[in-house]
């Protein structure tokens, strides 16, 4: 079906992690993603086939693609199923991912203690509208 979603993705907190998700309609819009890729190719390639290799706005669009893919190198091996396609593993030297990070256990990189003044900064702003809204006699 469609929505089988394997990716490497950043956490609030700023670390990496792993998940499989089944989200058909996120599927939906990562091809709607795909779509303003697709924009930006063509344009690219008119530009050059005008012979407008020179102008600033080829020189721009140049410069986003070489500035988003200057670390991406890897191996995604998949797997390929009835008219299916599935994610079955990743590597990269260069991936921000890290396994011992993300794990909750005691011999992972990641302390749960460590959240606490995090949240505590997060949840300020909420406290502080929830004192205003007191003082105004609403939310009581």
């Known amino acids: 079906g469609i929505g089988g979603l394997d990716l490497v993705e950043n956490r609030y907190v700023g670390m990496k992690s792993r998940g499989f998700?089944?989200?058909?309609?996120g599927t939906i819009l990562w091809r709607?993603?795909?779509?303003?890729?697709?924009?930006l190719m063509p344009r690219y390639a008119s530009i050059i086939?005008?012979?407008?290799?020179?102008?600033?706005?080829?020189?721009?669009?140049q410069a986003a693609i070489d500035a988003s893919q200057e670390s991406v190198t890897g191996d995604v091996k998949l797997k390929l199923y009835?008219?299916?396609?599935?994610?079955?593993?990743?590597?990269s030297p260069y991936s921000l991912y890290s396994k011992a990070l993300v794990g909750f256990d005691e011999a992972g990189g990641y302390n749960q203690?460590?959240?606490?003044?995090?949240?505590?900064?997060?949840?300020l702003r909420l406290r502080i509208l929830a004192?205003?809204?007191?003082?105004?006699?609403?939310?009581e």
């Open 21 to 25: 998700y089944e989200t058909p309609g």
């Open 82 to 91: 009835k008219g299916g396609v599935r994610t079955v593993g990743r590597s």
């Open 113 to 123: 203690a460590d959240a606490e003044g995090f949240i505590k900064l997060n949840a």
């Open 131 to 139: 004192e205003r809204d007191k003082k105004r006699g609403k939310n």
């Open 32 to 39: 709607g993603a795909a779509h303003l890729k697709d924009e």
């Open 49 to 61: 086939y005008n012979g407008f290799w020179w102008t600033p706005e080829r020189l721009m669009l």
